[in-house]
Nanobody, 123 residues
Framework: QVRLVESGGGLVQPGGSLRLSCVSS????????MGWYRQAPGKQRELVAA???????QYADSVKGRFVVSRDVAKDTVYLQMNSLKPEDTAVYYC?????????????????WGQGTQVTVSS
């Protein structure tokens, strides 16, 4: 049973930074695809960043230049560094993964999800 556990969320002022972590119970190299999604109240879940096992990372336009994904294979952990945070970044952030070889086109294409971590950007 794959478990993904996010942490690192919290309350931050506009312009601040946070780093989210996602620890996997299995090797992150066992997943073809991983990603970060977020969901704000009353809104649909939206993609923040997606990356393949050996590929590059794709970012949503709304976070390009501000958010960066990194991986620590030895710790089976992926990170989401979030800089220059804005109030509109407020959401629950989820880590997700699958073992399907094709590139995901939406959240339904992922099989494993964490419980989420709340990020609130407010003064």
């Amino acid at each position: 049973q794959v478990r993904l556990v996010e942490s690192g969320g919290g309350l931050v002022q506009p312009g601040g930074s946070l780093r989210l972590s996602c620890v996997s119970s299995e090797s992150i190299f066992s997943f073809h695809n991983m990603g970060w999604y977020r969901q704000a109240p009353g809104k649909q879940r939206e993609l923040v960043a997606a990356f393949q096992r050996y590929g590059s990372t794709q970012y949503a336009d709304s976070v390009k230049g501000r958010f960066v994904v990194s991986r620590d294979v030895a710790k089976d952990t992926v990170y989401l560094q979030m800089n220059s945070l804005k109030p509109e970044d407020t959401a629950v952030y989820y880590c997700t993964a699958n073992r399907r070889p094709s590139r995901p086109t939406g959240p339904d294409d992922y099989d494993y999800w964490g419980q989420g971590t709340q990020v609130t950007v407010s003064s």
